[in-house]
């Protein structure tokens, strides 16, 4: 291997330096790691998945299965790209993968000698046993010898940005067909985004020749191009997911990390072009075996010769342009053709440029150690052992069809191209050209040769070696594996695919796909179509996660909202958490309290006093119209027609099959007007229930659901004293008892500012929900504070139910119904409601299910949310689970809501609270969830 | 990036509207509304109407969105307008905040948010999408070449700006 003095499309005066395992080197602009490599006479790049083989460069592009490399290092090291499609850059640190402890010196090479164990399926024939549980032990061993590259630990680096564009036609591909298809749509007015995976745009015609059609041909198109401002030309940009309605997903490289581009366009042309594949005999992935068309473009675009002595197999004709650049670059080259025929013209040509062709020939074995020495043939009348340091396959060509497959489209095989081309996929705005429509001419609009530019059809050849070859280089998935995966049954080509992991990682089968299916076919006696092909996921190429998180990541993965009152929040001294989407004051810091010494001190100042608490979060909803009480009697299980003005009700709703949907409290502000609240966690799937009945099921019903979350600014004052602050505010008469009597509502006057108050209580205590715009919550709560209103956070809020008994969304899981919480009350039997019918099956009322109860710890130990319980000796998940749990002040104990088996029949019992994540055993009493009040005097007086 | 942004701009208002008209009452009942507000009635769900101190936009078949300067009195005048056999009307003027962009780098900042086509073509001036920036519903009205309106949730105003910032 070396690098030409001249030849090749790099830039000579820009010298590169790079390291590759800690040995410095250099290479050129324009230069990818893998010929850099290549240049500096470096074969041995990587090692194979599982039996550590020695492997080279096998490709010139993104279908490479050996050369993976890690760049860079510390948090900045990407593992597992391929050095084929990564642009050198001056300073780049490479490093080998899978190899310890160099990548000469692999020790684990040693399990190329238990190859016979390691075939299709060893893990699960061999690592289920000998007893069960066995995987477990085995499991640490086995994931520290597999997989490839090691991922840095920390936060990356790098910059990730996504960005939403559009276009009349999106290009994929920039070769000399994707470039045709670029300036035609431009020329004819349309905005065109132009997406090419390598650095440069040119596809294969940067392969060719100096001078040459291609060449001449590219220069001409990219003259074309500079001249359109209506063409955006995207370079290393891989287009690697086709989805519905016209949306691609694009990565596009950067130096410092990556941009995201989903694209939407009304039309795609798909100019992927086609990628060729090896040819499975003994030896075939030693180090120095590469295809042919890798070969020729190390040579014409790189200026690296890839071997003095270079052999050349084929099965078709696409080589012969290879070997005479080869041999005129001052290779000794030698083509072996499977074929017994080839036209005369090539056969001529070879002939001319000294090129020795064998017809008929049949590559036994390939010979070498960490590089190929020679090759092993026999054909009609000949047995030859051929001398090389290059060996260059062609087994034919695939088109590159992974995007019309995302998008559905089934491909079709063609005998002539011994190959799947696009299936019909213009219903998807989707044109294919050039070799990825299996038009292989050199240039798109050239006079044809022929129909695919070759004369002699392909002759298959994979099939007929019958000795151990590689037919997944990436993978090391062997011919003998897929002989097995055949006796055992698994000849369906998915069950092939994940039996085997044929076409797996993350080359995805580009070049070993078909070779795979030949054999199959083979050996079932069945043709390639009737095998048919594994369904093409996207992504194309391997996407950084990076890239797909974009900007959302740490503090910006979610846009948080806020209150109106979190200016109020931070005068407040508030402690700040994140629930859900809102940022709440999880308690209000005295003199640095920690979190369990703030909450128990506001908890008791509710329950003695008065305090203030933000429940802006709840979900709120106008419902208007003269059918909204129909409306809300059909939703909630209990009865709202007779709601009368001025008045506020609790109600539950269910789903139709019969499970608690969510509850909250609705409010009769005006004849037809109604004041719905939800709970923060449910407020939007409550509105879109509501909405999709009213649009799909009841459209007869003059109701419409408008949310005014963002419209209130709301706060809960509560406790014994809560009535005289308010009366402070408000006066006496308006916040005495016969004004605001327990569930009334009222509007009111607070410095200046309309208020809404609701006589309504979550923690048992006597209390006052009062809602105001948003934008005068401010003016509110200091009026209240002044009036002596104290504060309470989330913590004590949540506390402060628990020890009502009052069910929240720990407990509205979803999974819960009227009767396992106790509240079949609250189903009406004097109306049909939502979830009416189903409530009733016997899944959902049988005994057995688990009931909502209350527990109080029987020592010292908390009862953390999530823990198991068990009635007598734990099994499986145990009896039910801990579903809310706090300290109570009013019991000085540790309590706790949990759904418990037949949990009512068991009020008196100790249960054993397991809370596995924090190690945690202990013993609690099961009683009745309501541990105060349960007469709701409090709340009521 | 060559872009301002404003939040809460006073020029845009604060007073916001919901009307929704039962059944086929938007086209029966629309046009007269609208021309009560002394303006024009926005027939398409892409084009906004300006009217005296304001726009509607049409933001489904059966709702108009007021906009208008004058918060105090916009919902007590549509009320007025519509009685509650007629249609629903919520106020919606402290559920909003606008944040105007301005500039000719502004397309490139909301293509990096908003999965929305601002090109000429797509989005001419007068025009107004409503789309998703994450969990945000977000109505953005392009009110002339290089000025942009955003209303967004009240609460995730903050959020919203911070990330604009961040991008610019």
């Known amino acids: 291997m070396k690098r030409l003095a001249q030849s090749g499309l790099i830039d000579r005066t820009a010298s590169l330096r790079f390291s590759f395992d800690g040995c410095g080197y250099s290479g050129y602009q324009g230069d990818t790691v893998a010929s850099a490599l290549l240049a500096n006479g470096v074969s041995l790049v990587g090692r194979s998945f599982k039996y550590h083989r020695p492997r080279g460069i096998y490709t010139a592009g993104p279908a490479e299965p050996n050369a993976l490399v890690s760049i860079g290092n510390g948090v900045s090291r990407k593992p597992n790209l391929q050095a084929t499609t990564v642009m050198l850059q001056d300073g780049m640190i490479v490093e080998s993968q899978n190899c310890w402890p160099s990548l000469d010196m692999d020790v684990q090479s040693l399990n190329q000698l238990a190859g016979p164990l390691l075939g299709a399926g060893f893990y699960y024939k061999t690592f289920m046993g000998p007893v069960r549980g066995a995987w477990m032990a085995y499991e640490k061993l086995i994931r520290r010898a597999a997989g490839l590259g090691k991922p840095p630990i920390g936060p990356d680096p790098d910059r990730f940005e996504t960005v939403h564009d559009f276009c009349g036609v999106l290009v994929v591909g920039g070769g000399l067909a994707g470039l045709d298809a670029a300036i035609t749509a431009a020329e004819q007015g349309e905005n065109v985004i132009l997406a090419e995976q390598g650095f440069v745009l040119g596809g294969q015609a940067l392969a060719a020749q100096e001078n040459s059609i291609e060449r001449q041909s590219l220069a001409s198109r990219l003259a074309d191009l500079t001249k359109l401002a209506n063409v955006r030309v995207l370079t290393r940009c891989t287009v690697f997911g086709a989805y519905d309605h016209g949306v691609f997903g694009l990565v596009e490289e950067k130096d410092d990390g990556a941009v995201l581009h989903v694209v939407r366009t009304d039309r795609t042309i798909v100019a992927t072009g086609a990628s060729e594949h090896h040819i499975a005999f003994p030896g075939n992935d030693l180090p120095g075996v590469m295809l042919a068309s890798a070969a020729q473009a190390y040579l014409n675009r790189f200026g690296v010769l890839c071997g003095e002595t270079c052999v050349i197999y084929t099965t078709n004709d696409s080589v012969f342009d290879a070997a005479l650049n080869l041999a005129q670059a001052g290779a000794d080259v030698t083509v072996l053709d499977t074929r017994s025929v080839i036209d005369p013209a090539d056969e001529e040509r070879m002939l001319i440029a000294g090129v020795d062709v064998w017809l008929g020939a049949l590559i036994t074995k390939a010979t070498g150690g960490r590089k190929i020495s020679g090759v092993e043939a026999q054909g009609p009348g000949f047995r030859e052992t051929f001398q090389c340091d290059c060996l260059c396959l062609s087994g034919g060509w695939s088109p590159a069809l992974h995007l019309t497959s995302h998008t559905g489209t089934k491909p079709v095989w063609s005998e002539h191209h011994q190959a799947f081309l696009p299936g019909d996929c213009t219903r998807h705005g989707m044109t294919v050209v050039g070799a990825a429509a299996g038009d292989y001419r050199p240039v798109p609009d050239s006079s044809p040769v022929c129909e695919t530019g070759w004369q002699t059809p392909i002759k298959p050849v994979a099939p007929i070696i019958h000795r151990k070859a590689f037919v997944d280089l990436q993978n090391d998935v062997s011919s003998k594996d897929i002989r097995q995966a055949q006796a055992e049954g698994f000849e369906n080509v998915e069950h092939l695919k994940r039996y085997t992991t044929l076409g797996m990682g993350t080359d995805q089968g580009k070049l070993s796909n078909l070779p795979g299916l030949s054999l199959m076919a083979d050996i079932t006696h069945r043709s390639i179509p009737e095998i048919g092909l594994t369904t093409f996921r996207p992504p194309f190429t391997p996407v950084p996660l990076g890239a797909l998180a974009g900007e959302d990541t740490g503090p910006d993965f979610h846009l948080w909202r806020h209150s109106p009152l979190a200016p109020i929040h931070r005068e407040e001294s508030a402690v700040m958490t994140v629930s859900g989407l809102w940022e709440r004051a999880w308690y209000y810091n005295d003199n640095g309290e920690d979190v369990d010494t703030a909450y128990r001190r506001e908890m008791e100042i509710v329950r003695s006093d008065a305090a203030l608490c933000d429940v802006s979060t709840l979900g709120k909803i106008d419902v208007e119209g003269p059918d909204a009480a129909e409306f809300l009697n059909r939703i909630y299980t209990n009865g709202f027609k007779t709601l009368p003005v001025g008045k506020a009700r609790w109600g539950l709703m269910l ?164 009767g396992d919480l106790g509240l079949e009350k609250m189903a009406s039997t004097k109306k049909p409601f939502i979830g009416s019918v189903l409530m009733h099956r016997p899944g959902l009322s049988e005994p057995g299910r688990r009931h909502l109860v209350g527990l109080v710890s029987e020592t010292d130990l908390p009862l953390g949310t999530g823990s198991l319980l068990a009635v007598g000796s734990f099994e499986g998940i145990g009896d039910g689970r801990v579903t809310s749990a706090t300290w109570s002040p009013e019991l ?50 | 990036m060559e872009t301002e942004i404003r939040v809460g701009d006073p020029l845009f208002g604060t007073g916001l509207v919901s009307v929704a008209f039962w059944q086929d009452g938007i086209d029966r009942l629309g046009p007269a509304f609208c021309s009560s507000l002394k303006g024009e009635f926005p027939s398409s769900g892409y084009v906004a109407s300006s009217f005296e101190s304001g726009y509607l936009y049409r933001i489904s078949w059966d709702r108009l969105l007021v906009q208008s300067s004058s918060e105090d009195t916009l919902y007590q005048r549509v009320r007025a307008a519509l009685p509650d056999d007629q249609a629903a009307v919520s106020d919606l003027s402290h559920a909003r905040q606008v944040i105007s962009l301005s500039g000719p780098d502004t397309p490139i900042v909301l293509s990096r948010c908003l999965p929305v086509d601002c090109r000429n073509s797509a989005l001419p001036m007068g025009h107004f999408v409503q789309t998703y920036l994450q969990d945000a519903v977000v109505l953005l009205h392009r009110v002339s070449a290089q000025e942009y309106r955003m209303m967004v949730p009240t609460s995730f105003a903050d959020a919203i700006s911070a990330r604009l910032q961040k991008i610019i």
């Open chain 1, 892 to 941: 000085k104990r540790h309590i706790a809501l949990a759904l418990l088996k037949d949990g009512r029949a068991r009020h008196g019992s100790i249960v054993t609270v397991l809370n596995p994540a924090r190690g945690i055993v202990t013993k609690a009493r099961v009683r009745d969830p309501h541990f105060l009040d349960p007469e709701g005097s409090r709340m009521r007086g």
């Open chain 1, 655 to 818: 789903r139709e099959d019969g499970y608690i949907l969510d509850d909250g409290t609705t409010s009769r502000v005006g004849e037809n007007s109604y004041f719905m609240t939800t709970t923060t966690a449910n407020a939007g799937r409550v509105l879109s229930y509501l909405e999709n009945l009213l649009q799909t099921d009841w459209t007869n019903l003059k109701v419409h659901v408008t949310p005014v979350t963002d419209q209130w600014a709301a706060m809960v004052l509560a406790g014994p004293k809560s009535r005289d602050v308010l009366q402070k505010v408000i006066g006496t008469d308006a916040a005495g008892d016969a004004a605001l009597p327990f569930l009334g509502v009222r509007d009111a006057v607070i410095d200046g500012k309309y208020v809404r108050i609701l006589r309504v209580s979550f923690s048992g205590e006597k209390s006052f929900e009062i809602y105001t715009k948003a934008n005068d919550g401010p003016t509110v709560w200091r009026c209240l504070r002044k009036a002596g209103a104290k504060l309470f956070g989330l913590e004590a809020l949540g506390a402060l139910r628990i020890e009502k008994g009052h069910v929240a969304g720990n407990e509205l899981d979803g999974r819960t119904t009227l």
